[in-house]
């Protein structure tokens, strides 16, 4: 009952910037942290930067300063935007959250990592 849709991917020259949203969608008592990694061919997948509700972030190295993760409460939404992009970069980026089911005041399930299709970013002139 509970998705996650990612949008925002494309193909962008070194130095640019993109956008990345997530939105949670379905039976929805509450959300805990959100995230994004990545993961290239033939590589593992990574964490690349996460939130939690009260609004503290966690990067990795190799995007400090670069890339800015928030998040709509209201909208069950996460966002990543990217900036200076460099072709290591390059990957398909997954949104992940921890999501409690349920509806309205009842509980459905305990906590669940929930994850989006993906989408990809391809850096490259």
């Known amino acids: 009952q509970v998705q996650l849709v990612e949008s925002g991917g494309g193909l962008v020259q070194p130095g640019g910037s993109l956008r990345l949203s997530c939105a949670a969608s379905?039976?929805?008592?509450?959300?805990?942290?959100m995230g994004w990694y990545r993961q290239a061919p033939g590589k593992q997948r990574e964490l690349v930067a996460d939130?939690?509700?009260?609004?503290?972030?966690n990067y990795a190295d190799s995007v400090k300063g670069r890339f800015t993760i928030s998040r709509d409460n209201a909208k069950n939404a996460v966002y990543l935007q990217m900036n200076s992009l460099k072709p290591e970069d390059t990957a398909v980026y997954y949104c992940?959250?921890?999501?409690?089911?349920?509806?309205?005041?009842?509980?459905?399930?305990?906590?669940?990592?929930?994850w989006g299709q993906g989408t990809q970013v391809t850096v490259s002139s």
């Open positions: 939130i939690i509700s009260g609004g503290s972030t």
């Open positions: 379905g039976s929805i008592f509450s959300i805990n942290g």
């Open positions: 992940n959250a921890d999501i409690t089911a349920g509806s309205g005041r009842t509980v459905y399930s305990r906590r669940t990592d929930y």
